[in-house]
């Protein structure tokens, strides 16, 4: 095979040599506009690498391992770079296309690739770089390679935790755009979109099993909570994702991509630099203990719906569940402030099971296939909360919570439906919190100032736990509980 071009600081082990007739007749200078490189490397140039491409087809997680340092660091370097093609072949088995916008507005432009036993690498740029802009753009190596080594997995995984890093200003946007052929018969391709701006970070996935889209806010006036407070939040919004997809039969690979991405966005989301505002400084101690500590965000993920019984056609076999937050903080000043926070959930699913546990399912016109049990998942939840001050007092707080589950269920025997029943569930909550956040009780009075303090901070936190998204009508009647406890 013959390469295209090169790129100087690749391994030698990595390198093909360019045929003289092959080569521009004038090498592009270091830091010159414009800068092309598309490199093809052969299955025995990967030896240094990976196993031997002839003996066996090169998994893609090994055939991209480690080569996203050496592309970031010929950029870094500002070494000679040849002139090759711009476009790369349209019938590419695996792509990862990391575009970076420079606040200066210069575009950059990095792709490994693969297609059969090739393996092809892009770097590009439409003008020249700072060495600063060139320092910046390096340090995304890492996780531009942790983003392929996770979506070449198998099963595939969403690590974006490292690319969605506060960078240092120098970049103004950073997108990756990955197709990955999954090694599935038949072959299917799974597409994956990622965005980092100063106003937000999202990901879109999209694949057989089906789609996860989801939109982390950073230009919000809401400081982030502490790191102890934002990790409660997570962790418990992924207990919530892991029992929304066993009560709704969810695809596992599909939801720990989704888990993967909430977490991976939400955790460097409250990193980033939020655009000033006056509401940053407003927020007391009671104000951030009532909220998440996440930035807002909008998530959904939606199983690619599936018609197994071609009795019944009507029957589907999905899954979505959409989880979102939205936060408000409006007010004259610090004394006349006002803060509101929405947490909301949907979850909508229909799934078959076997009469008998543990039985196969296997749908066909003969009467003996239909015996199965069909349900209809439709759930709810919210919480708000809701602080009101005047004068520097506070005069209204307050938190309605609400959980709606609803399942369906037919039974089928022989193909004849044999019974139908509803199984409704709702629960609300409701509190007046003024009482319950003020500053000090009083079996406290013989406390030291630092003990008031102390014991303040951890019953705040404790009151910020009930104030999360409520999963069941079972937690919540238990927050219900120790909510009336605390009164």
Not at 78 to 87: K, R
Not at 426 to 445: E, I, S
């Amino acid at each position: 095979m013959t390469a295209i071009s090169f790129l100087p600081s690749l391994p030698a082990a990595l390198r093909t040599a360019v045929p003289a007739s092959r080569q521009p007749a004038t090498p592009a200078l270091a830091g010159a506009a414009a800068p092309s490189t598309v490199v093809n490397l052969s299955a025995a140039g990967l030896a240094a690498q990976a196993a031997d491409a002839s003996t066996a087809p090169t998994p893609p997680g090994l055939r991209f391992q480690d080569l996203a340092a050496p592309m970031f660091a010929a950029l870094k370097s500002g070494a000679p770079v040849t002139i090759g093609a711009d476009v790369l072949p349209k019938d590419l088995d695996n792509r990862f296309t990391l575009d970076i916008v420079t606040a200066a507005g210069t575009k950059v432009g990095l792709t490994l690739a693969s297609r059969g036993d090739e393996l092809l690498v892009q770097v590009k740029a439409d003008a020249a770089l700072s060495a600063e802009e060139r320092d910046a753009v390096a340090a995304l190596a890492e996780g531009y390679q942790a983003a392929i080594d996770g979506l070449s997995a198998q099963p595939p995984r969403i690590a974006l935790g490292k690319l969605a890093q506060p960078g240092s200003g120098l970049l103004a946007s950073v997108d990756l755009d990955a197709q990955v052929t999954l090694p599935t018969v038949p072959a299917a391709t799974q597409s994956l979109a990622f965005h980092l701006d100063d106003a937000q970070r999202s990901v879109a996935l999209d694949g057989p099993a089906g789609q996860v889209n989801l939109a982390v806010k950073t230009d919000t006036p809401m400081p982030p909570g502490g790191r102890q407070q934002q990790e409660r939040a997570i962790e418990s919004y992924l207990r919530q994702f892991d029992q929304a997809a066993a009560r709704g039969h969810g695809d596992a690979g599909l939801m720990t991509m989704f888990k993967d991405a909430f977490a991976g966005l939400s955790r460097t989301a409250a990193d980033a630099p939020a655009t000033p505002a006056p509401t940053r400084a407003w927020l007391a101690p009671q104000d951030r203990a009532m909220l998440t500590g996440l930035s807002d965000f909008s998530a959904t993920v939606a199983q690619t719906p599936r018609w197994d019984n071609p009795v019944r056609r009507t029957e589907v076999a999905g899954f979505e569940y959409e989880v979102s937050q939205q936060t408000r903080v409006g007010g004259a000043s610090r004394d006349a402030r006002s803060i509101a926070q929405s947490q909301q959930s949907r979850l909508s699913a229909q799934f078959h099971e076997p009469l008998t546990p543990g039985a196969p399912l296997a749908f066909d016109y003969a009467a003996e296939s239909q015996n199965y049990r069909y349900s209809t998942i439709e759930d709810s939840a919210s919480s708000d909360v809701e602080l009101r001050y005047r004068d520097g007092r506070l005069l209204g707080a307050s938190l309605r919570q609400s959980v709606s589950q609803s399942e369906h269920v037919e039974e089928y025997l022989l193909g004849k439906l044999k019974s139908a029943h509803d199984t409704p569930l709702q629960r609300q909550l409701v509190r007046d919190l003024v009482d319950t956040l003020q500053p000090y009780r009083a079996d406290g009075k013989d406390l030291s100032q630092e003990q008031r303090d102390e014991r303040r901070e951890r019953y705040l936190a404790a009151l910020g736990q009930e104030t999360l998204l409520p999963g069941s009508t079972v937690e919540l009647a238990a927050r219900d509980a120790r909510l009336g406890e605390a009164a």
